[in-house]
């Protein structure tokens, strides 16, 4: 039993361990851009030694690749959170507050996922990791407009063209915003953009005149 606990004790040390190199690394990222980031610049931030980091980390590479899946990860999780709060007839206004809320709540997490990006398009397994975060976002809009009744503009074709379209004007909307860090203009636009997307404009001027 002792020992057991011993063992214990020692998973949630590696554990905490590691979580505080991703911390410390995430943010080593995003002031310096990786590929100008040492291993020893990680472990200054996060307080640790080499040693400690090699006991988690066989490379920075791969302290990248697990930095990225866990911020993509949560970021999914959030959003299918916030379209998960409406009822059967989708609050688009509504929803659309809340994703962009999460979606552009941290520039710094902009920052490495671009960097991510760029790392990708070299190598081709890290694309394919990139590419199922993105199908993952994509499926979380598209279930959840295909669940809903309210109707979508004929052009975007299924909830499946839908969310591609919902993504699309994400990115081009965080392009901006990194340039020129105006956070509140970001989330307003891409606010308009998606209002516009997923809302039928003809439906809704014959509602009106009705």
Not at 19 to 43: M, P, Q, Y
Not at 172 to 184: A, F, M, Q, S, W
Request: with cysteine; proline share 2%; hydrophobic share 50%.
């Amino acid at each position: 039993m002792a020992v057991e606990g011993a063992e214990r004790r020692v998973t949630r040390r590696r554990q905490r361990t590691r979580a505080n190199l991703l911390d410390a690394a995430f943010t080593v990222f995003a002031a310096k851009g990786f590929g100008r980031v040492s291993i020893e610049e990680v472990c200054e931030a996060a307080g640790y030694s080499r040693g400690a980091f090699y006991s988690n980390f066989d490379t920075l590479d791969e302290l990248f690749f697990a930095l990225y899946r866990e911020r993509a990860e949560l970021i999914a999780d959030q959003v299918t959170g916030a379209l998960a709060l409406d009822g059967p007839d989708l609050d688009v206004p509504a929803a659309v507050d809340r994703v962009t809320d999460v979606l552009l709540l941290d520039l710094d997490w902009l920052l490495v996922k671009t960097d991510f990006l760029v790392y990708a398009a070299r190598d081709a397994a890290v694309a394919r990791t990139l590419l199922e975060h993105r199908a993952r976002l994509r499926r979380a809009v598209a279930d959840r407009l295909a669940r809903a009744r309210t109707p979508l503009p004929a052009v975007l074709g299924d909830a499946d063209g839908a969310a591609h379209a919902v993504v699309a004007a994400y990115d081009g909307v965080t392009t901006r915003l990194l340039l020129d860090k105006d956070v509140e203009g970001a989330r307003a636009w891409l606010g308009q953009l998606l209002t516009a997307l997923l809302t039928d404009g003809g439906t809704a001027r014959a509602s009106r005149e009705d």
